[in-house]
DNA sequence: ATTGTTGCAAATATTTTGCATTGTG
DNA sequence: CACAATGCAAAATATTTGCAACAAT
């Protein structure tokens, strides 16, 4: 079967993506991982990234913007989705996995999780209006 | 200011969102309307899907497989997706806007919705497991 | 030594856009 | 007649992939 091997690139993508908050994109993540790599190509970044979504080591994120995102927090947890300035923010609040089952009465399948973007102004945004 | 005019390819999208419950994409759309308007062009397609979706006369659906999906039903509601199979499919579910409220709870922004996916095997896909 | 991983470039896939022409109001 | 909408093709974006060289085990 296929064992994996590791490599300084791999390992300076998920150090990256676990010092962050902020969601990067594929390219950002380029971006910053070429001031230590500056040989770095953009395909390497995309296996890794999807490497680390197969193995559970970060999410992706579709918000639905035009590119995916990334998130090196694996626990599970939701996001907020300021419609000012594009920010993706993590959501620290209580659980409400009891959706699921409101969700799933009345459903003829099986309903296993569920994925949300709450959506408004940030902090930051709200201030200026 | 900018007036709309009126066009049969944009009538033809519009009622062919409103027939379906399937969520298709621009590419299905595009395949669908050609039946009927065999020299339409994928760019007036997402032109007017665009223009829809602008105008709240259909929903933009971004599940995170590839491309878009759109939706011809306007009322807020809920969505499923398959894991096994990838459909789509509209939830008829008791409503759950309190998770706004919980959401901004601890939240220094202000949340003014939420887009969620339900996620799961759907009622074909579970029979045969 | 084996074979997973990389860098590079080319290929895909999806969506947008410039422009001359057509069609609606 | 004005100008919004179209068809077509080219461009812009985002992501994947083939391959020879490199590197981890």
Redesign the pocket.
Known sequence: M?????????DAIKSYLMSTTAHP???TIYGNIKKE?P??????V???L?FLVEHGEALRISCGD???HFDGKTEPHNHFLCRSCGRIIDLEMDGIDHIDIIANAGFNGKIEDHVIYFRGLCGDCQKYR
């Open positions: 296929a064992t994996s091997r590791r490599s300084k690139q791999r994109t594929a390219e790599f040989n770095i190509s953009l395909g390497t995309y296996r890794n999807n035009g590119s995916e």
